[in-house]
């Protein structure tokens, strides 16, 4: 499997993207700061899943672009119950790809800037006590 199949898939199964055997999420909304496994530290430097929130927007505007448009483009479908059905769709679509956009941002980060240097994980070890 090519490392870029390998990456998306841990991010897909919101697997952590160093190991790949650890869990990302402990609960629905709530990701654990470390990898179980490897112990690995999720956000790499503050705001860093700011990304993931972006990758959720535009999948979702994407989406909801792709089967609302066509459906209002069609005369014989009334508008209101497309409305009706499609507006909620803008809140509850990001809450469902909240998990797997966080899981691709983490893939593509560690595909474009992956962990080469053992001094990144090496002093992220070294310094776990001061995050708990
Ligand atoms: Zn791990």
């Given at each position: 499997?090519?490392?870029?199949?390998?990456?998306?898939?841990?991010?897909?199964?919101?697997?952590?993207?160093v190991?790949?055997?650890?869990?990302?999420?402990?609960?629905?909304?709530?990701?654990?700061?470390?990898?179980?496994?490897?112990?690995?530290?999720?956000?790499?430097?503050?705001?860093?899943?700011?990304?993931?929130?972006?990758?959720?927007?535009?999948?979702?505007?994407?989406?909801?672009?792709?089967?609302?448009?066509?459906?209002?483009?069609?005369?014989?479908?009334?508008?209101?119950?497309?409305?009706?059905i499609?507006?909620?769709?803008?809140v509850?679509?990001?809450?469902?790809?909240?998990?797997?956009?966080?899981?691709?941002?983490?893939?593509?980060?560690?595909y474009?800037?992956?962990?080469?240097?053992?001094?990144?994980?090496?002093?992220?070890?070294?310094?776990?006590?001061?995050?708990?």
């Amino acid at each position: 499997m090519s490392r870029f199949m390998t990456f998306l898939k841990r991010g897909l199964l919101l697997r952590c993207p160093v190991c790949g055997k650890g869990h990302a999420f402990r609960s629905p909304f709530k990701m654990y700061e470390r990898c179980p496994i490897c112990n690995f530290r999720f956000e790499r430097e503050e705001g860093y899943f700011s990304s993931s929130m972006a990758i959720n927007l535009v999948i979702s505007e994407l989406i909801i672009t792709a089967v609302v448009v066509p459906l209002a483009a069609t005369p014989s479908i009334p508008l209101v119950p497309l409305l009706i059905i499609g507006a909620p769709m803008t809140v509850i679509l990001p809450v469902l790809l909240y998990h797997h956009s966080h899981g691709l941002w983490m893939a593509m980060d560690h595909y474009l800037h992956p962990i080469n240097t053992p001094g990144e994980y090496i002093a992220d070890l070294d310094n776990q006590h001061l995050y708990r």
